[in-house]
């Protein structure tokens, strides 16, 4: 009788495994595509002050342009990563006053908490260009959703600058839809 208990359940076990396994295939996103904000520039306004100094680029999102001839009317980006962030100086032309830098992500919906997206720290002084450390754990997603966001770059100043500073960014993206 014990017997036949035990393999019932093991069958039982099998089943639900196969079943699961068979609905993440089914349910798992099937195409994937490349997407790079390509020159995105960051005006900071002296004078700047030694710490935290964000800002922003609202970057527009619009499925339509970003997937091509893969669009389609109601179609869901089901997971964005940030796979590669670089950051370039344009004025001053090296990051003699930067020694970090946090790339995040933001939008009107309430619903979406502003996301820390990549991170580099320290920066070396006299560099021209920098390649930011994606988070692992940031998940971007729902933010392919919204019609704009706010790319926030927040530059972590050693000493106050009275001068302007310009810093100019490319972020790409893997999207899974």
Known sequence: MKKIIWKRILISL???GIGTLLYRLITAPKTTKSF???EMQFEYVGPLFQG???????????LKDILGSDYKPGIKIKEAVLKGASVS???????????????SFAA?????AMQELAVLNPIK?????????????????????????????????????????????????????
């Open 14 to 16: 099998v089943v639900v």
């Open 36 to 38: 790079v904000l390509n």
């Open 52 to 62: 935290s100094n964000p800002a922003q680029y609202v970057a527009k999102i619009d």
């Open 89 to 103: 100086c344009v004025d001053p032309a090296t990051f003699q006053h930067i020694n970090a830098l946090v790339l």
């Open 108 to 112: 009107d919906n309430p619903d979406l």
């Open 125 to 177: 002084p006299g560099l021209k260009s920098v390649q930011l450390k994606p988070s692992k754990e940031a998940d971007a997603t729902g933010f392919f959703g919204e019609k704009q966001v706010y790319v926030v770059l927040d530059a972590s100043f050693i000493e106050d600058v009275n001068a302007n500073v310009t810093l100019k960014g490319s972020f790409e993206f893997e999207l899974k839809y």
